[in-house]
């Protein structure tokens, strides 16, 4: 059950869904009877697990599984979109073409 935001070094108690963010997360795989069982009522093969992050955690932390660790909490990447360099040297250059227009004018 989520009790508090999955981030090891924060304790801010799970209170709402509207708050911070919901992760569903496969974990270690089934084995022996669970696996069996799992197949005849056709459920995943792996342990699905629910994790939180608070708001403050989810803004610059995610969640990732890793085999022998758990689940462990990771780094955002980088949100702001990457424009390729060619559309950023044709936005230089048209910005410098109309500086020069300006200033002959």
């Given amino acids: 059950m989520l009790h508090k935001c999955a981030n090891p070094v924060c304790l801010v ?3 709402k869904l509207r ?6 997360v496969e974990t270690e795989p089934l ?6 069982r799992a197949h005849w009522r056709g459920q995943p093969s792996h342990r699905i697990e629910y994790y939180w992050l608070c708001d403050q955690c989810a803004f610059a932390l995610t969640l990732s599984y890793e085999r022998g660790r758990g689940v462990v909490t990771l780094p955002r990447p980088e949100v702001s979109p990457k424009k390729p360099a060619a559309a ?4 230089e250059v ?3 073409a109309s500086s020069r227009t300006d200033q002959s004018a």
Avoid: V, Y
């Fill in 13 to 15: 108690p799970f209170r």
């Fill in 19 to 24: 708050q911070g963010k919901l992760f569903l």
């Fill in 31 to 36: 084995e022996g009877s669970e696996l069996r």
């Fill in 88 to 91: 950023s040297r044709a936005r």
């Fill in 94 to 96: 048209a910005h410098n």
